[in-house]
């Protein structure tokens, strides 16, 4: 279909007004892709007439319904990088860039580090961590096989498949050797919890974590005090310091908390090499 392209910007943004903050920039990443032009080439012709494929009408339609972008367009940032997702992967979110900085940061107290994660989803923590730490190998466990596809995927994708051990598995299943660092972004949101519309299309099994939300994370502190773990990092829920905090204590180590770029708390790590 022949239209402006100023009016079909104007016109994809009027669309996408409840739905986002950002509807003009939103529009214009769906007509750049499907275009195949960068945005600023928009912004200069933005008077022209061209061709605009249905796929852009299909985008906004998609994204009107709250779908998120990264779902329709099957592609996520995360440390500057372009990792696949779809449906069957929580899209990575930019605090667990904190979690991977914490692990790379911890890695460096321990000679050949033994990394496992728990709960991989589309591979984003696995796969940086192989390509930041050098002559390492990790494994990483996930209950869905679908997200483990992904994981694969990405791993192909910027060729660390030789680095990583992909498991099927609760928790630690199949993983009976040492382990030095153990790291985890667990579903951490409570069951009843009210959820924004765009957070229904994420699996259900990357979200939720139990009655509370923090049933997850108590279960991996447990194992990773029961496998003698050096390290354990976990991302975690705003409100969960302090019963994680408490449950840390009573088996005798101390919990080190960080915050996300927003200021809420977001994470921790225990050392747990030095008990009392
Ligand atoms: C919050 S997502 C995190 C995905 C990814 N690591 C990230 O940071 O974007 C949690 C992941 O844990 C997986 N998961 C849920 N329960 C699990 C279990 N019992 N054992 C292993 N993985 C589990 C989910 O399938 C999901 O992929």
Redesign the pocket.
Known sequence: MKVQIKKALNEGALQLLEVSDIPKKEAMIFLSEVLQKETVWLIANNDAIVDIPQKYFDFIERRATCEPLEYILNKAGFYKEEFYVDKR?????PE?EI?VDKVVELASFVENPRIV?????????SIMLSRLLSDLHVRA????SD?LEVAKLNAEKFKVSNKIDFVH???LDGIDTQIDILV?????IAKDARLEKNLSYE?S???FGGEKGDE?LFEIIDLAFERDVRFLVC?MGYDQKKPISDHVAKKGATTYFYEDFQGFDRGFWVDLGKRR
């Open positions: 992967v929580l899209i990575p979110r667990t979690l994660e728990i709960g991989t989803g589309s591979g984003i923590i466990t996930d209950i869905s997200a598995g609760s928790y985890s972004n667990p579903p951490y699996p099994l990357a979200l997850m991302e």
